[in-house]
């Protein structure tokens, strides 16, 4: 009997601080109108001060272990998809361990911009089919308020906080991930990028004078990789699943713009009943758009048993993955 790596538990976390659309008109030249037609967004959540990466990340974690019955000393591995640590070192896994008391656990952190969670559990599906008795927690964790120039208006309105989780063990039967698909194009990273704080530019007062310490994008550059990249992988993990259009109960994914995701569900074909939106009530999250956004469909039963299930991301680096997975 085929054994597959299943998802038994979702968690959420997200601020309580809620930055509306109506606060940004006071802080910079925008509008609630000009954010919602372009972006979709109307609030994003900001973490507040003290309130760190892992924070949210443990909160997720711990919602989703409960949802699973699943305690943290049973763990055998924990990954975090993430670009916004606490630190450089130790990684944010190596903190959710330590404050889960998951004390059999290996950690790590992948870093894969808004593709981050896929990519992570991509690693957890490998993991756990080779050792079905495996337990992995994945996590999609940022706090991107703290690279966001809070100056630029294209960008600010878009970015914001939050971590979703998700907890896989092996599972006998047909139910489960079917394939994972991941990509990169390293070619193009000066389209979206945080050029400052690593080792090629570490802090120094003209690298913050310059602003390299936030996220700087090129929109419309972006936006045409994005939809190529999306459409392309959706299409290539179908193909790998022997499933066709029809066959999608649900897609998720990533909640970078609404323009990326309309444009998207026209191209495959998809009523909006099948495609997950709620990039109006968070923003863009990057690596915890996606397992947010499982946790709410899970909590809200829009899975159900046996249902077909794409998840598609794309991101900075750029990087972009695909994951089909029977509920």
Same mark, same amino acid.
């Given at each position: 009997m085929?054994i597959?790596?299943?998802?038994?538990?979702?968690?959420s976390?997200?601020p309580?601080?809620?930055? $509306?659309?109506?606060?940004?008109?006071?802080?910079?030249?925008?509008?609630?109108?000009?954010?919602?037609?372009?972006?979709g967004?109307?609030?994003?959540?900001?973490?507040?001060?003290?309130?760190?990466?892992?924070?949210?990340?443990?909160?997720?974690?711990?919602?989703?272990?409960?949802m699973?019955?699943?305690?943290?000393?049973?763990l055998?591995l924990?990954?975090?998809?993430t670009?916004?640590?606490?630190?450089?070192?130790?990684s944010?896994?190596?903190l959710?361990?330590k404050e889960?008391?998951?004390?059999?656990?290996?950690?790590?952190?992948?870093?894969?911009?808004?593709?981050?969670?896929?990519?992570?559990?991509?690693?957890?599906?490998?993991?756990?089919?080779?050792?079905?008795?495996?337990?992995?927690?994945?996590?999609?964790?940022e706090?991107?308020s703290?690279? $966001?120039?809070?100056?630029?208006r294209?960008t600010?309105?878009?970015?914001a906080?939050?971590?979703?989780?998700?907890?896989v063990t092996?599972?006998?039967g047909?139910?489960?991930i079917?394939?994972?698909?991941?990509h990169?194009?390293?070619?193009?990273?000066?389209?979206?990028t945080?050029?400052?704080?690593?080792?090629? /530019?570490p802090?120094?007062?003209?690298?913050l004078?310059?602003?390299?310490?936030?996220?700087?994008?090129? =929109?419309?550059?972006?936006?045409? /990789?994005?939809v #190529?990249a999306?459409?392309?992988?959706a299409?290539?993990?179908?193909d790998a699943?022997?499933w066709?259009?029809?066959?999608?109960?649900l897609?998720i994914? /990533?909640?970078?713009n609404?323009?990326?995701?309309?444009?998207?569900?026209?191209?495959?074909s998809?009523?909006?009943?099948?495609?997950?939106?709620?990039? /109006?009530?968070?923003?863009? $999250?990057?690596a915890?758009?996606i397992?947010?956004?499982?946790?709410?469909a899970?909590?809200k =039963?829009?899975?159900?048993?046996?249902?077909?299930?794409?998840?598609i991301?794309?991101?900075?680096?750029?990087?972009?993955? =695909?994951?089909t997975? #029977?509920?």
């Amino acid at each position: 009997m085929t054994i597959r790596a299943k998802i038994v538990g979702t968690g959420s976390c997200v601020p309580e601080k809620v930055l $509306t659309n109506k606060d940004l008109e006071q802080m910079i030249d925008t509008s609630d109108e000009w954010i919602t037609t372009r972006t979709g967004i109307k609030e994003r959540h900001i973490a507040q001060e003290g309130e760190n990466n892992s924070d949210l990340a443990v909160g997720a974690a711990r919602r989703a272990l409960e949802m699973a019955g699943i305690a943290p000393a049973d763990l055998d591995l924990i990954i975090v998809g993430t670009l916004t640590p606490d630190m450089p070192m130790p990684s944010v896994a190596c903190l959710v361990q330590k404050e889960l008391g998951a004390k059999r656990a290996g950690a790590m952190d992948i870093s894969a911009t808004c593709s981050g969670f896929l990519y992570s559990l991509s690693v957890a599906d490998k993991f756990v089919r080779c050792s079905p008795d495996s337990k992995v927690l994945v996590i999609g964790s940022e706090v991107l308020s703290r690279r $966001t120039n809070w100056q630029d208006r294209t960008t600010c309105v878009l970015f914001a906080d939050g971590a979703g989780a998700a907890v896989v063990t092996g599972a006998r039967g047909e139910n489960g991930i079917v394939s994972t698909h991941l990509h990169a194009d390293g070619s193009v990273w000066e389209l979206l990028t945080i050029k400052g704080l690593g080792t090629a /530019h570490p802090v120094d007062e003209s690298i913050l004078e310059k602003g390299w310490q936030y996220i700087e994008m090129q =929109g419309r550059d972006v936006f045409k /990789h994005a939809v #190529k990249a999306l459409e392309s992988v959706a299409f290539e993990a179908l193909d790998a699943s022997g499933w066709t259009l029809e066959d999608i109960d649900l897609l998720i994914a /990533h909640q970078a713009n609404i323009r990326i995701l309309e444009h998207l569900r026209e191209r495959l074909s998809l009523p909006k009943d099948k495609v997950f939106i709620n990039i /109006h009530k968070y923003g863009n $999250t990057s690596a915890a758009s996606i397992p947010i956004a499982l946790d709410e469909a899970n909590r809200k =039963g829009r899975l159900k048993a046996g249902d077909k299930v794409l998840m598609i991301s794309f991101g900075g680096g750029f990087t972009w993955a =695909g994951v089909t997975m #029977k509920w």
